[in-house]
């Protein structure tokens, strides 16, 4: 029996790892897992200049992109491929260019087939950047295959 398969923390990595070899987004746009739980994930992305808008700052569409990176890592930790049913985001305060921004992504509740997550954009001095709410809907497939190891990393 593979670790995964008693060991909640194991599943989690395991399925990050599975969904980062092919989530091209995110590692073009320089994402790094930091770090994963059931039902949590933190992930990071230095804003680059082309990612800038036109006021000079970092779009928000960035923004957006790094905190749905974030939710998706989190809803799928259990092994369910997980989906993203509503999502909303809240702008706090403008992005700089250059500098590191981190989502933190919280399960609020999981029940049935839907989930609801919290994801926290900040910058690396703590400084909240965004908030934003996704709505998950499972679809009811594994997301490890059988011969997935605990060998690949999701970094």
Known sequence: MAEHETDPQALAEACAAAMWRTDPASQ?????????????ATLSMTATEVMGNGHGTLHGGYIFTL??????????TYDVRTVAQHCSVSFLRPG??????TATAREVARTGRTGIYDIRVARSDGTVVAEFRGHSRSLGQPILEEDDTMTGSPT
Request: charged share 20%; net charge negative; glycine share 10%.
């Open 28 to 40: 073009a746009l320089g994402m790094q897992i930091e770090r994963i739980a059931p039902g949590e």
């Open 67 to 76: 905190a749905d990176s974030a939710f998706a890592f989190a809803c799928n």
């Open 96 to 101: 700089i260019v250059g500098e590191r921004l």
